[in-house]
Nanobody, 115 residues
C-alpha cells in the first residue's frame, strides 16, 4: 500500500521560508514523478511543482525563483523549499506521485503566511 505523508507546514510571516517534506512508503518512489499541489481558501487545487525520475523540474509561474523542489531517492522523500513567502501562498499543500496511470495523494499540510 502506498502512503504519502507530508510534514513541515506551519505559520510564517510574509518574506519568510518553510521547507515541506513528503515521505513515500511502498515501492513507487523511484519510478514516479513527484509533485506538490496546493489548495487555498475557496480555491481549487492547483499545480505548484513537479520533479521527474530524472530530476527534471517544472514550476507554476508564480513560484518560480522562490520555490525549489528536490527529491532524495535513497530516502524516498521529496521536498519543497519555499522562500520569500507571500500571503497568497497560504494553502494546504499536497504531495503527489504519478506513475503511468497511477496517481497517489497525501493528506496535506497547512501553510499559513501572515502579512
Amino acid at each position: 500500500q502506498v502512503q504519502l505523508v507530508e510534514s513541515g507546514g506551519g505559520l510564517v510571516q510574509a518574506g519568510g521560508s518553510l521547507r515541506l517534506s513528503c515521505a513515500a512508503s511502498g515501492s513507487i518512489f523511484s519510478s514516479s514523478t513527484m509533485g506538490w499541489y496546493r489548495q487555498g481558501p475557496g480555491k481549487q487545487r492547483e499545480f505548484v511543482a513537479t520533479i521527474t525520475t530524472s530530476s527534471n523540474t517544472n514550476y507554476e509561474e508564480s513560484v518560480k525563483g522562490r520555490f525549489t523542489i528536490s527529491r532524495d531517492n535513497a530516502k524516498n522523500t521529496v521536498s519543497l523549499q519555499m522562500s520569500s513567502l507571500k500571503p497568497d501562498d497560504t494553502a494546504v499543500y499536497y504531495c503527489n506521485a504519478v506513475r503511468g496511470w497511477q496517481n497517489w495523494w497525501g493528506r496535506g499540510t497547512q501553510v499559513t503566511v501572515s502579512s
